[in-house]
């Protein structure tokens, strides 16, 4: 019978499980043994109290080697949290407990999430240059600044168009103010990793004791009829359009045309000119009913380029176009 390594949920759950030998560093630099110690230091973070014991007497030395060494380390950790887990019984749980996640945190899950549910990121970059296909992922920091920046809400939806393996979902459900969060991405690779990627982080975010709100990631075309109502009637779409094309642009635009008032489109490449101006020329643009802004430019914003690069966040308003006919 294999030999076996079990990590404590601070939140009453299931243990994390390892099986001897742990997994050695692989491409991400990442392994079994780091992180270990990775998710007891975060939990030292939920429960300061934890922490000064955990640095000098769980985490002061061990061999990531020795199985007996990690052992020792797994259980004094384990007996410190049944210790904590004691101090709360019957009382209401630890207010660290059934909250999202801080940012930080949020980062780590999501990065450690990454590194087990894609196993081989260079197949990512399996597609025809310059094609609708090209493949291309947002950082966790602008998707961040998007959830400070637009504003959400607890009623609303939130699509993505083309949701690659996933991570824009997770980290809009794990720390946005919506109702639900829906991906859906055509090509197979990101398609078949993002169902890991969905496994794995909600195995973290259960093991941690973080909420997120529903969320589905599907394959699938979002350019099919079947999807047309769906983004007809969401709240926020965000759409990373900047290798899309005009054909599919247009399409896009097409179904943009009849969202309700209020809602929002945030992209890559805007759909019209910042400065677009209503004339009688171009009434059946789309721009004559979006209210169009940039959001700061980050560096390092999107994995094809590390210059920055901006994203628009478009709100439907067909007010502007009742205006000129005033």
């Known amino acids: 019978m294999a030999k076996e390594l079990k990590l404590k949920s601070p939140a009453g759950g299931d243990s994390l499980v390892y099986t001897w030998p742990l997994n050695k560093v692989g491409?991400?630099?990442?392994?079994?043994?780091?992180?270990?110690?990775?998710?007891?230091?975060?939990?030292?973070?939920?429960?300061?109290?934890?922490?000064?014991?955990?640095?000098?007497?769980?985490?002061?030395?061990?061999?990531?080697?020795?199985?007996?060494?990690?052992?020792?380390?797994?259980?004094?950790?384990?007996?410190?949290?049944?210790?904590?887990?004691?101090?709360?019984?019957?009382?209401?749980?630890?207010?660290?407990?059934?909250?999202?996640?801080?940012?930080?945190?949020?980062?780590?899950?999501?990065?450690?999430?990454?590194?087990?549910?894609?196993?081989?990121?260079?197949?990512?970059?399996?597609?025809?240059?310059?094609?609708?296909?090209?493949?291309?992922?947002?950082?966790?920091?602008?998707?961040?600044?998007?959830?400070?920046?637009?504003?959400?809400?607890?009623?609303?939806?939130f699509i993505d168009l083309g949701s690659g393996v996933g991570q824009v979902i997770l980290q809009v459900a794990a720390s946005g103010n919506v109702k639900e969060c829906f991906?859906?991405?055509?090509?197979?690779?990101?398609?078949?990793?993002?169902?890991?990627?969905?496994?794995?982080?909600?195995?973290?975010?259960?093991?941690?004791?973080?909420?997120?709100?529903?969320?589905?990631?599907?394959?699938?075309?979002?350019?099919?009829?079947?999807?047309?109502?769906?983004l007809t009637t969401t709240d926020i779409i965000f759409v990373n359009n900047f290798a899309f094309g005009p054909s599919v642009d247009h399409q896009l635009k097409e179904r943009f045309s009849t969202m309700k008032d209020g809602s929002m489109i945030i992209s890559s490449k805007a759909f019209c000119p910042l400065n677009f101006r209503t004339t009688t020329r171009n009434l059946s643009d789309i721009g004559t009913i979006l209210h169009v802004t940039e959001l700061k430019p980050l560096a390092r914003a999107v994995s094809w380029t590390g210059k920055s690069v901006s994203y628009y966040v478009h709100v439907v308003d067909r007010s502007l176009v009742s205006m000129f006919f005033l």
């Open 27 to 157: 491409e991400d630099g990442r392994d079994d043994a780091s992180e270990i110690v990775e998710a007891i230091r975060w939990v030292c973070e939920d429960f300061p109290e934890l922490k000064l014991a955990v640095e000098n007497y769980v985490l002061s030395s061990f061999d990531p080697e020795s199985y007996e060494s990690m052992s020792k380390l797994c259980e004094r950790y384990n007996r410190a949290i049944d210790g904590i887990l004691q101090l709360w019984k019957g009382r209401a749980p630890p207010p660290c407990i059934g909250i999202p996640p801080s940012t930080d945190l949020l980062r780590h899950i999501i990065q450690t999430v990454y590194a087990k549910a894609v196993r081989d990121p260079e197949k990512l970059n399996s597609y025809e240059p310059f094609s609708p296909e090209v493949y291309g992922e947002t950082s966790f920091d602008l998707v961040a600044q998007m959830i400070r920046e637009v504003p959400m809400g607890r009623e609303k939806t």
């Open 183 to 230: 991906g859906v991405e055509k090509a197979d690779t990101p398609a078949r990793y993002a169902k890991e990627m969905d496994r794995c982080f909600r195995k973290w975010m259960h093991w941690f004791g973080k909420t997120y709100k529903p969320f589905t990631l599907v394959k699938g075309d979002f350019l099919d009829e079947k999807m047309r109502e769906r």
